[in-house]
């Protein structure tokens, strides 16, 4: 099994900045993606960004150019520098992994969850 513990979200002023981090641990073989994902109240779960094993990143629209999707492959640890921060950003933050462990082929992880607001 692979359990992600989340850190960094919080409550800050429109225009502000919150870094948030991803530990994953367990039974770890290798990781394929590493990414975070949000939900705003009465909305669904969508893709924030991700970033693969081979460092290549994508992002959604509305975070591009703000947020920034990095990892430390060698602690299985990812993070999101989020700048520039809108209120529309206010959500549950989750950060999910793709990986494979000595007993089960890659699948999907994810973490608890972590409240990011952004007041106006």
């Known amino acids: 099994q692979v359990q992600l513990v989340e850190s960094g979200g919080g409550l800050v002023q429109a225009g502000g900045s919150l870094r948030l981090s991803c530990a994953a641990s367990?039974?770890?073989?290798?990781?394929?993606?590493m990414g975070w994902y949000r939900q705003a109240p009465g909305k669904q779960r969508e893709l924030v960004a991700t970033?693969?094993?081979?460092?290549?990143?994508n992002y959604t629209d509305s975070v591009k150019d703000r947020f920034t999707i990095s990892r430390d492959s060698a602690k299985n640890t990812w993070y999101l520098q989020m700048n520039s921060l809108k209120p529309e950003d206010t959500a549950v933050y989750y950060c999910?992994?793709?990986?494979?462990?000595?007993?089960?082929?890659?699948?999907?992880?994810w973490g608890q969850g972590t409240q990011v607001t952004v007041s106006s």
């Open positions: 999910n992994t793709r990986a494979r462990t000595g007993s089960s082929w890659y699948r999907d992880y």
């Open positions: 367990g039974s770890i073989f290798s990781i394929n993606t």
């Open positions: 970033i693969t094993s081979l460092g290549s990143t």
